[in-house]
């Protein structure tokens, strides 16, 4: 059983395309984050949902706008991709105040 | 400067060697976490700690709160070990709450050779 599911593990688009990523969580955690990785592994967050509200959006450009149809799910969805979208992109969830589970990733490539 | 800054950077290490990477962070926190990522994978959650101590198999996590500094320890390492080790620190929201929001430092490339 995957914890935190990802899809698709790999995308490659062309700039300017439209985007989705999706993810799910079977753990019953409340929170759920979208974290990017750039080429030189550095994580940062992007965005993170608490029962299905927005709590944290860390300077993301508007082209990305994150989902959560209810707590089990956070989608990302990217408009007007750039080459500098180019990363791997991690689900992860968690309760508050325990370790969180990450998702495989989802390796982006925008030619 | 970021907030959390991991050493060495890289290490390399012969199999059977004792290992220590190295993080220190500068912001206030509600806990420390270790990850590891293997090349092409995923990312898995090693430790959670907030205070002293934590041990599993080969593994071992510390926290000095008080020095804002975590170790973590491999013992016997293998060549399985080789990977990249990521310190993240949980921060506190306003009012002392927290969402977990993880901070990462830029990690520690681990190679074990046999």
């Not at chain 1, 059983?1 to 490659?12: E, F, H, I």
Request: hydrophobic share 35%.
């Amino acid at each position: 059983d995957t914890a935190v599911s990802q899809t698709p593990k790999y995308l490659v688009t062309q700039m300017g395309n439209d985007k989705s990523i999706k993810c799910e969580q079977n753990l019953g955690h409340d929170t759920m984050y979208w974290y990017k990785q750039d080429s030189k592994k550095f994580l940062k967050i992007m965005f993170s949902y608490n029962n299905k509200e927005l709590i944290i959006n860390e300077t993301v450009p508007n082209r990305f706008s994150p989902k959560s149809p209810d707590k089990a799910h956070l989608n990302l969805h990217i408009n007007s991709l750039e080459l500098g979208d180019s990363a791997v992109y991690f689900c992860a969830s968690s309760q508050v105040r325990s370790e969180a589970f990450f998702g495989q990733g989802t390796r982006l490539t925008v030619v | 400067k970021n907030e959390v800054e991991q050493s060495p950077q890289n290490l390399t290490a012969q199999e059977g060697e004792f290992i220590t990477i190295n993080c220190s962070y500068s912001v206030g926190i509600s806990a420390l976490h270790w990850l590891q990522q293997h090349p092409g994978g995923g990312i898995v959650s090693l430790f959670m700690l907030s205070s002293g101590k934590k041990k599993h198999g080969r593994l071992i996590a510390t926290i000095n709160i008080q020095e804002k500094h975590s170790s973590l320890h491999i013992t016997a390492s293998h060549p399985r070990d080789s990977a990249v080790y990521i310190c993240a620190v949980r921060g506190l929201h306003a009012g002392g709450t927290s969402y977990g929001k993880l901070t990462f430092g830029q990690g520690t490339i681990l190679t074990v050779h046999p």
